[in-house]
């Protein structure tokens, strides 16, 4: 967390050009093919923070999530993979705080639990009411607190007032990492999405994240390069890493491959780990299984073959 920093926020710019021009030759330059392929994916399913945010979420629906985020991909392409003796598992479970208690009650430890809080997906429940909500998420075993800015301040360019909530938000949650959902699909211009990517920095959001998958835009290369580098500038100045999630529309292989292409490009490595980076995602897995199951056993599975729920 650091002081609001008002003269570097209003001038803060954006050359559209120049990010669509950087966005649109990354796939040209960068190809990965075969078993490189297959390591990313692998890379890519600890990234995912598995995600279901439905209006016909059940107990039964987080249990078969939670079994599939405990095993994500099947016995056949594990085995022809030769990944007996590995772990791998998805990065988080990510649902409504009322489901918390069921997916505690499933994952093992190693695997967290993610609540979207504070009015989620609009953001405009009373501000009483929001901070409750994180409150109570953290009561009902919440590790990760996805938290939606009211994204009226940064339209109306009240820098203060989306500081406060954001610090506000922080302070309830102490030790409990909250990724800041900006919405870039109503804010406007990428200008504001830099600036409310740093104002939120600025109060202490652990993670920016960008759209809860419920606007008309979500993440995109474009939108997603403009947050980098707002990352990058912030760890400049500050020395402090702070996490990056895509979220909305990321659903196959090929996707997935284009942000961890562009994360590494723009923040190196060091950013390529669940501490740093994830995926939120629904759907997603099964595609990456699909190319997996392809890759190991040289066809394409029928789907009762995957570990899909």
């Known amino acids: 967390m650091m002081k609001l920093d008002l003269d570097l926020i209003n001038n803060v710019k954006v050359n559209l050009s120049a990010v669509q021009r950087r966005t649109s030759t990354l796939t040209k330059r960068r190809s990965i093919k075969k078993e490189y392929q297959a390591a990313w994916l692998l890379k890519a399913i600890t990234l995912i923070d598995l995600t279901t945010l439905s209006g016909d979420d059940t107990y039964g629906k987080v249990d078969r999530l939670c079994q599939k985020a405990i095993k994500p991909i099947s016995l056949d392409v ?21 489901l918390i208690a069921e997916a505690k009650k499933i994952l093992p430890k190693s695997i967290p639990v993610a609540a979207v809080s504070t009015g989620f997906p609009a953001g405009l429940s009373s501000l009483k009411t929001r901070k409750l909500e994180i409150k109570n ?15 009226g301040f940064v339209l109306q360019n009240d820098w203060k007032k989306l500081y406060m909530e954001v610090k506000d938000f922080k302070q309830i949650a102490k030790d409990k990492h ?132």
Not at 78 to 98: D, G, M, Q, R
Not at 137 to 151: K, L, P
Request: aromatic share 6%; charged share 20%; hydrophobic share 45%.
């Open 137 to 151: 998420s953290i009561e009902n075993g919440a590790d990760e607190i996805d938290i939606v800015i009211n994204r």
């Open 178 to 309: 909250i990724k800041a959902i900006l919405g870039v699909g109503d804010l406007g211009t990428m200008r504001n999405i830099a600036k409310a990517s740093l104002v939120c920095m600025m109060a202490g959001a652990d993670f920016i994240k960008t759209s809860t998958g419920k606007e008309s835009t979500n993440a995109n290369l474009n939108n997603s390069l403009v947050m980098l580098r707002m990352i990058r500038l912030f760890y400049e100045m500050t020395g402090k890493k702070i996490g990056f999630k895509p979220a909305g529309g990321i659903s196959t292989a090929k996707t997935v491959l284009e942000f961890l292409i562009l994360v590494k490009e723009e923040l190196g490595d060091d950013w390529i780990n669940p501490k740093l980076l994830r995926i939120g995602a629904s759907s997603l897995l099964i595609d990456i299984e699909r190319q997996l199951y392809h890759f190991a056993l040289g066809r394409y599975a029928n789907k009762e073959k995957l570990a899909i729920g």
């Open 78 to 98: 594990s085995n022809a993979l030769n990944l007996k003796n590995s772990s791998i598992n998805v990065a988080a479970v990510c649902v409504y705080h009322h």
